[in-house]
C-alpha cells in the first residue's frame, strides 16, 4: 500500500521550514507538521538574530562547515526574497589585557575553518568605529550580520506553499512506528486523534526532538542524544542604541557572554546569559533585581558609559542544548540511516546557535542523507 504522503518533516521552526524547502526543491512531496499555532514558535522565534560567521566552532565540526556555508546561502536567499537583513558587522573585544591569547586563539580558530575576513584591531581603531566601547584589543567580522527571523520564516513557507507542498499547524506527533516501507504518525489535533503515513521522515523538533525519538527502536548499540533545555535571558536598551556593530566580549567556557546585538530596527539587546533548567520555561525571571545586576556588571566591561536605569526585560529564550552544565561542547547531531539503523529516516538534535545560520545548509544536507543511496519510487 502506498503511503499516503512521500516525506513527512516534523517541528515548524527554521530548521523545519528551511529542510522542508529543501526536500520539495529536490522533488519530494513534503507535508510539515507543526504542534504550535504558528510556525517557529519556539527556539527560531527567541533568539539573537544573529547571522554568524563560522568564528568560534572547532574546525572540522557541523557547527564549523554548516555555518560557514549557511550564512551565504542565508545572505543570498535574504536578497532574492526581500528578507530584511544587515551585514553590519561584529566586534569581537578583549577588555584586558589577559584576554588577549584568547583573543587570538578565536581568531585562529575563524582563519582553520574558512573566515578570512577577520581584521585586527588595536583599541583607538575599535573607539574610531564605536567610541562608546572600551577594550585593550579587538578583531572586526565583518560578515556576521542580523536578520529579521520571522520574515525569513515567512519566506519558507512560502516557498514550501508554491512548491505544492503542505504545513499543517495544531498538530502534534503523539505516535511514531517505523514499518518496513512507511512510518506511522499518530497525531493530536486538539481533541481528535489522527494518523498518516509516509514513506520517508524527518525529525527536526528542537525542544521535543528527543521526546519523540523516544518512540522509535533503534538499531542496537546507537544511543540516542539527550537534550537538556537551557534558559537565556534578555534585556533591551531604551532608546535609541549609540552603536552601529554588535559587540561580543570574550566567552566564558561554553558561553559567549553577555553581548550587545542590534535587531534590524536598530533596537539594541543585551543576552542571553545562560541558565539550566529542567522544563521549558519562557517567564522572565528577575531575580529580585539580581539579574539586572550581573547584566549591568557584564556590559560595563565594554561598554562603561551604560546609563543607570536603561535596561529592560526582554525576552527569554530555551536552547536545546547536547551537553549539560560543565560538560565539554556537543556537536550538532544529524543522525541518518547509517548512525541508528532505521532506512529513510534523518533525526536532527541539538540545533541552537548557529541553527539560524546554518539553516539551509542543514536543509540541504538532510535532504542528501535522506536521498543517500535510495532510489525514490
Known amino acids: 500500500m502506498a503511503a499516503d504522503i512521500e516525506t513527512a518533516v516534523v517541528g515548524g521552526g527554521v530548521i523545519g521550514l528551511a529542510i522542508a524547502r529543501a526536500l520539495a526543491r529536490a522533488g519530494h512531496e ?12 519556539e527556539t527560531s522565534a527567541r533568539n539573537s538574530e544573529v547571522i554568524h560567521a563560522g568564528i568560534y566552532y572547532p574546525p572540522g565540526s557541523l557547527r564549523a562547515q554548516l555555518c560557514v556555508g549557511g550564512k551565504e546561502m542565508l545572505y543570498a536567499f535574504c536578497a532574492e526574497n526581500g ?56 578583531y572586526l567580522s565583518p560578515s556576521t550580520g542580523i536578520i529579521d527571523s520571522h520574515g525569513l520564516m515567512q519566506a519558507l513557507e512560502g516557498h514550501i506553499a508554491a512548491s505544492g507542498c503542505t504545513v499543517v499547524l495544531n498538530t502534534e506527533v503523539i505516535g511514531i512506528a517505523a514499518g518496513d516501507d512507511a512510518f506511522t504518525l499518530e497525531t493530536l489535533s486538539g481533541s481528535e486523534r489522527g494518523s498518516l503515513t509516509a514513506r520517508n521522515l524527518v525529525l527536526a523538533a528542537g525542544l521535543g526532538a528527543t521526546a519523540l525519538g523516544r518512540m522509535l527502536a ?7 542524544p539527550e537534550t537538556y533545555p537551557a534558559r537565556g535571558h534578555y534585556f533591551a536598551l531604551s532608546g535609541r542604541a549609540p552603536f552601529q556593530h554588535l559587540v561580543y566580549p570574550m566567552p566564558i567556557g561554553a558561553w559567549l557572554g553577555v553581548h550587545l546585538t542590534l535587531d534590524v530596527s536598530g533596537r539594541a539587546r543585551f543576552g542571553p546569559d545562560i541558565e539550566w533548567c529542567d522544563s521549558v520555561d519562557y517567564a522572565f525571571d528577575e531575580q529580585g533585581g539580581k539579574r539586572l545586576a550581573r547584566f549591568e556588571s ?11 536605569g ?4 526582554d525576552s527569554v529564550g530555551v536552547r536545546p542544548k ?56
Open 83 to 138: 528578507v530584511t537583513y544587515k551585514r553590519c558587522g561584529k566586534l569581537l573585544v578583549a577588555t584586558q589585557a589577559d584576554e588577549i591569547p584568547k583573543l587570538e586563539a578565536i581568531a585562529a580558530t575563524a582563519a582553520k575553518n574558512g573566515v578570512g575576513d577577520l581584521k585586527r584591531l588595536s583599541a583607538d581603531d575599535v573607539r574610531a568605529l564605536e567610541p562608546q566601547v572600551a577594550c585593550v584589543a579587538g
Open 218 to 224: 533503534w538499531r542496537a548499540g546507537y544511543t540516542q
Open 310 to 313: 536603561a535596561l529592560n526585560p
Open 30 to 41: 513534503v507535508m510539515l507538521l507543526e504542534r504550535h499555532s504558528r510556525v517557529g514558535t
Open 298 to 308: 557584564e556590559i560595563r566591561r565594554y561598554w562603561p558609559a551604560l546609563p543607570a
Open 322 to 377: 547536547l551537553y549539560r552544565e560543565g560538560e565539554p561542547v556537543a556537536d550538532f547531531a544529524i543522525h541518518g540511516p547509517r548512525q541508528h539503523g532505521i532506512e529513510r529516516l534523518v533525526a536532527l538534535y541539538g540545533i541552537e546557535s548557529p541553527g539560524l545560520t546554518s539553516s539551509l545548509a542543514i536543509g540541504d544536507l538532510v535532504t542528501r542523507l535522506l536521498c543517500e543511496g535510495h532510489e525514490r519510487p
